[in-house]
């Protein structure tokens, strides 16, 4: 029988990782809402976060300063993705889109392991937050920033979509985009700031998680399924759907990981997706109007 210490700690892991998904998850929301595309190069922004992250600050540059450098840059190659691949097929096939991401993501890849290697990367807990015990249970120091960074950009994400004109011009093209057209709004600046502001949050992503769980070249694609994972289960249509799919996520790979091998984590993120689409095909939260 489990004591209190490891269903707390259940707990902990549940929501440290739900909130990674979460914040994955978010990315894609924002891409799809606006352009209908699923994009699977979303982790790899995430891997660059992390990445550059370490490289601006082992080469001696500031925490801060490295993180904000590693953010304008991803926010660049985000766009670069929309005006070099997407752009020039907007007009394809929403299949062809998803397969053009994910040839970006392994091109990524591949430029990835040749600048820095094979090897794994980290950074210290920021500003050196200590690890902190709970009836039994550890929270790791890293753990509130990521756990903060997730409620920030939930937070900052609906201020922006309710209280901005940007936002408020994103929301059009998605709900009405021919509607965003009549009144002066351009859908295809619009659908190139939703892949820069979608790069932009897997970049802070990147930085805040690696502390935890390391980065290298290779863990762009596996955070996009998880990412995706979130997304699908909640319903990619609304953000608080993401959120709550990442949670549920989360909280099953925690409870796992506790009770069973960990050959299995892997079945049981798949096993909630097949449940939810079997009971729910849009997710668990429909967008309004949808059925």
């Known amino acids: ?6 269903i707390l700690q259940f707990f902990i892991s549940g929501v440290n990782l739900g909130c990674i998904y979460a914040a994955i998850g978010l990315g894609l929301f924002v891409v799809y ?4 595309v699923l994009n699977l190069a979303q982790g790899e922004f995430v891997m ?4 550059l992250t370490v490289a601006f600050y082992t080469a001696g540059t500031a925490l801060v300063p490295s993180l904000l450098m590693a953010v304008i840059i991803a926010a660049l190659v985000g766009a670069m993705l929309y005006r070099l691949i997407i752009y020039p097929a907007r007009n394809s096939s929403g299949s062809t889109l998803v397969f ?8 990524t890849e591949g430029i990835a392991l040749s600048v820095w290697g094979w090897e794994f990367k980290s950074l210290p807990s920021f500003w050196g937050s200590p690890n902190i015990q709970l009836w039994g249970a550890t929270i790791f120091g890293q753990t509130p920033w990521v756990v903060g960074t997730t409620l920030l950009l939930v937070i900052g994400l609906f201020f922006f979509f309710g209280h901005t004109i940007h936002g408020k011009a994103l929301r059009a093209c998605a709900d009405e985009p021919l509607g965003a057209r009549t009144v002066g709004i351009s859908t295809d600046q619009m659908a190139l700031f939703s ?5 932009s949050l897997g970049a802070v992503v990147g930085a805040v998680i690696t502390p935890l769980t390391m980065t ?6 596996p955070l996009t399924i998880k990412g995706l994972l979130a997304a699908l289960v909640g319903g990619i249509n609304r953000a608080e759907g993401v959120i709550l799919g990442g949670m549920a996520l989360g909280m099953a790979e925690a ?5 069973m091998p960990s050959g299995y984590h892997g079945v049981i993120a798949l096993g909630i997706l097949i449940v939810v689409f079997l009971s729910r095909p849009r997710g668990l939260l429909v967008a309004p109007g949808k059925v």
């Open 1 to 6: 029988m489990l004591d209190l210490s490891a």
């Open 33 to 36: 809402g606006v352009t209908g």
């Open 48 to 51: 660059l976060g992390g990445m």
């Open 100 to 107: 053009l991401t994910l040839g970006f993501a392994f091109a």
């Open 195 to 199: 892949f820069v502001l979608a790069a």
């Open 216 to 221: 290298g070249y290779g863990v762009g694609m």
């Open 255 to 259: 409870i796992s990981a506790g009770l």
